[in-house]
């Protein structure tokens, strides 16, 4: 049945790539490229759904199945797709535009759901195709030109919004770690809906916004990545670590000033604690990689065909039988 | 021995009977009353005694509006006799009100003569008050022309209903199992069926069954014995009926059937989705009951969602539908655009409800028939039929799915709240003896253009999962290849395409054709949708008459059917009557340079047959004397 395996440069399609030259999209796209061929998806069996915005443009450049939508709904249309052919393996693309404006509101019940899919949220932190005004993301004082005298509004973090909305995978990575193929790879194994947020450098509107976390020099002090089993350590001399505050939220310790076995180990499953480690934003170090996975409910599509199959076993199932029951009469001939 | 007292009326035993060709009973009352029960009862058993019928629920937008309220008064009308019932019935023979407010809603326009049952019990000063009425309207001489009778059927019902062990309230609650039990022994109707539905509705609760029994059969008692001898009954002849099986269909389950045929026809699973609206909901309903036949219905978290994941369905393979009244319809029109441009099948069934904005929303209009055709950004033509009443329903929405997986393309099927409400007598299909119009998706590889077009403009079905045949499409301009493009030649191809494509679904439609009259008559009356009903029965009494007038109604709004123009053009005088401030009237005139006149008019509920009359008589009365 499986086809042979495929190399990344299988899943390509012939188009030309309309990227800016630069543009952190074409890391993720090698990326995505890599993590289908480790999982060895069937190209025709493998569909990507987008919205509107640079990201949104990704379907355009695989070999796999591909609907471009319109701003804000492929989660929506992605829904519709899962739903009517589970067997289908469907992944959604949108930017934070996409993702956390126009469409939260599908984001949102797309992970409540929990259909078994991938969705990738691509923020840039900026509006690229419209040439460069805030967006959802953008942090309070960002100059556009439709803030020229600085935003005032307070930023959304994606990875809050998917665990409030019930979120059981969510993971986050910048668009050029080296890592981020595994992180797909992970993404797509999880049984429901699986939400990576990528770090990506927009070079034409807002070069470097992700630069003093995901810089090479910096990023051992500013960011975490948390591994199973172990305490949360960081630093370049891996010198500190988190600690879970009576109060609620995560507290950055020197290790030399903590007994080890006080430190939380960290747990993929533990659901508040990946809440707290979503919510770290400078000066605290952000946390990286996969910070929830919690396989355990059943996806929607499959819950839902259960039920239908049960009630195609109870009920009537031939729609002439159906409009015969009921009060019926006869006008004799 | 029936003794002849003026038309139609008799005495028989001492008790009057009045003979009619047709009846119409309306059952008023509180929104917590239980009038819309009543009504579909009083159908139920109509139908099962063989008239033709036509029935208008009309309810307050308020779940349970404060009672005794004019605005929380709920009615059902029902129109039967011995013939096919065209219409839900001008005015009442008989109005069954339930409190003071129901009286005050319902006089207006009533006919001299007319029974008029009130709960005598109800009408306590502050009952009174609350309806508006300065002084008691049963002694003042506002009912004067009126058959009242006036029986406490609240203390009746009280009383049939104590041993039941239920409290006070409770035991009121039959208040309109007693009505109806008067109301049947008026037309002489056998209480069987309905205690059979009973029995089965309340197994459950054995008290609230008892209950009800109890007070159906007091009403009925009570009327049977000579303690109101004002009482009149009724006689009203059975319909002559094709021979076959029958059921009553609502506009609603005419749809949802339609749906699930016209899905098992083409050979694919029915995804409905749908976010909840007055009053197109009860279709979301009846196709979650029916899960076992093949559908799946999925409530989305807004009109956009619905739409959008529908979208996605039919990309998938499945025939995607949503359904909506009018402030969805504006919601979803991008998405509609997108499923214009990627070629997908989509249907989108709007119960159009008054408008704009909220306006009433359990109230009937014809308003969105020019946002259904143009009320999308960009050149973006979409099939539009429109339903004329519960039985045409199931043919427009199984014709809907055929059209949208045929044709590739989305379409709007229009219903209305009144279609979608109202319930006739339905001759079941034979369903196996039809045939199937199964679709048929690309597989083969080989020179796959995804745009490519076959002899009717139609591009492949591809979907996904289909090996080798992997292909991107999406709301950017596309080459035939399937390329994005901005090349402007192809842009223009396109546009062209895309509008050909719908214009060409009217081969695949039956032309133009008369409901009565001839081509060249001096009026032809032009009606579209839920109008149907008394337009017809307003040009059957003037053709009887003898004057020259037609009737044209159309199911199909978008593409035109063929040979519209020419018969169009054949009459002398065009009257279009439609309930919204003139639409299918601009738009014949736009496309047949076509001198039509209009009778409109938007109160939210049918037009009356006498009001159609009479914009008949006056264009006659101008023109073709
Ligand atoms: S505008 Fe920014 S996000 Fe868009 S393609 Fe160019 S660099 Fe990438």
Known sequence: MTAPRLHPRDYRSDQEVRWCPGCGDYAILRAVEKALAAVGADPDRTVFVSGIGCAARFPYYLATYGFHGIHGRAPAIATGVKIARPELDVWVVGGDGDMLSIGTNHLIHAVRRDLDMVILILDNEVYGLTKGQISPTSPVGTRTPSTPLGSVERPLSALRVALAAGARFVARAADTDRDLPDILVRAHEHPGTAVVEILQNCVVYNDGAFAHVTGREVAAEAQVRPVPGEPLVFGAARDKALRVRPEGGLKMVRLEEVDPADLPRFDPTERELAVMLAALEPPMPVAMGVLLEDPAAEPYERALRRREEEAAAAGPTDLGELLRTGPVWVVPG | ??????????????????????????????????????????????????????TFPDFPAEIRAPAGTTYGVSAYQIHFGGRRVRTVGDRP??????????????????????????????????????????????????????????IDISDLT?????????????????????????????????????????????RDRPAVLEANLAALRAGHALAETTEIPQLPSFRVPRARFRPGLYRALTGHEAIAFGLVDGARRAGLPLFYASYPITPASPVLHQLARMRGLGVTTFQAEDEIAAVSAAIG????????????????????????????MAELPLVVVDMQRAGPSTGMPTKTEQSDLLAALWGRHGDAPVVVLAASGPADAFERAREAVRLAVHHMVPVILLADAFVANAAEPWRIPDLAREPDWPVRFRTENGDFRPYARDDRMVRPWVVPGTP????????????????????????????????????????????????????????????WGGTWGPISRAVTTRRRRGERVAHLHLRHLWPLP????????????????????????????????????????????????????????????????
């Open chain 2, 93 to 150: 023979d008989v109005l069954v009100a339930l409190n003071p407010a129901a009286l005050r809603v319902h006089l207006e326009g009533l006919a001299p003569g007319t029974v008029v049952i009130l709960d005598s019990g109800s009408f306590t000063e502050r009952n009174l008050r609350k309806a508006g009425f300065a002084r008691d309207p049963r002694t003042d001489g506002t009912l004067a022309s009126f058959r009242v009778i006036g």
């Open chain 2, 313 to 340: 369905a039919s990309y998938a393979g499945a025939i995607g539908v949503t359904g909506t009244s009018g402030p969805g319809l504006d919601l979803k029109q991008e998405a509609i655009g997108l499923a214009v």
């Open chain 2, 468 to 527: 080798g045949l992997a292909h991107r499409i999406g709301g950017l301009e596309k080459d035939e290849f399937g390329r994005v493009s901005y090349d402007p030649d192809n842009h223009e191809r396109m546009g062209r395409a895309r509008w050909k494509k719908v214009l060409r679904v009217a081969e695949d439609l039956p032309p133009a054709e008369l409901e009565q009259g001839e081509p060249g008559d001096c009026v032809c009356v032009v009606g």
């Open chain 2, 1 to 54: 021995m029936a003794v002849a007292e003026e038309s139609g009326r008799t005495r028989e035993a001492g008790r009057e009977v009045r003979e009619l060709e047709t009846a119409v009973v309306r059952f008023a009352g509180d929104s917590g009353d239980g009038i819309q029960l009543s009504g579909r009862l009083f159908t139920l058993s109509t139908a099962l005694a063989g008239h033709g019928l036509e």
């Open chain 2, 562 to 625: 063929r040979g519209l123009g020419e018969l169009l053009r054949s009459f002398d005088h065009l009257l279009v009557v439609e309930m919204n401030r003139g639409q299918l009237v601009r738009l014949l005139r736009g496309e047949y340079l076509v001198d039509a006149r209009s009778h409109l008019a938007t109160r939210g509920r049918p037009f009356a047959v006498d009001e159609i009359e009479r914009a008949i008589d006056a264009m006659v009365e101008e023109h073709c004397r």
């Open chain 2, 158 to 202: 009280k009383r049939a209903t104590a041993h039941t062990g239920l409290g006070v309230r409770e035991c009121l609650r039959a208040k309109n199992f007693f009505a109806l039990g008067l109301v049947f022994w008026m037309f002489d109707r056998d209480l069987a069926p309905v205690e059979a539905w009973a029995r089965a509705r309340f």
